[in-house]
């Protein structure tokens, strides 16, 4: 992740920062976001945890989709904004 944060690589590899980008996204949305849901649901710490759980990772899905749906419309400064708080 930090390597795709770096103007330095984002000019010498832009091709691959848009590789790891993509694996990035698909292994957010596929992966990560349902098998936390999943998760969510079965932790500890009562309402309170399950309903923190779940709202962090609705948001983490949000946030992912915000930054690849800014990038499309080729608004860099949102999109950078927006996979802060998805990698955060």
């Not at 694996?23 to 936390?36: D, E, Q, R, S």
């Not at 999943?38 to 500890?44: P, Q, Y």
């Not at 009562?46 to 989709?65: E, H, P, R």
Request: overall charge positive; aromatic content about 14%.
């Amino acid at each position: 992740g930090l390597t795709q944060f770096s103007n330095l690589f984002l000019e010498e590899n832009k091709k691959l920062h848009r590789i790891i980008g993509k694996v990035y996204v698909y292994n957010i949305l596929v992966i990560n976001v349902p098998a936390c849901f999943v998760l969510g649901l079965f932790s500890n710490g009562g309402l309170i945890g399950i309903t923190g759980f779940l709202i962090q990772d609705i948001l983490w899905a949000y946030f992912t989709i915000r930054a690849v749906l800014f990038i499309k419309k080729g608004n860099v400064t949102d999109h950078k904004s927006y996979m802060i708080l998805s990698y955060a």
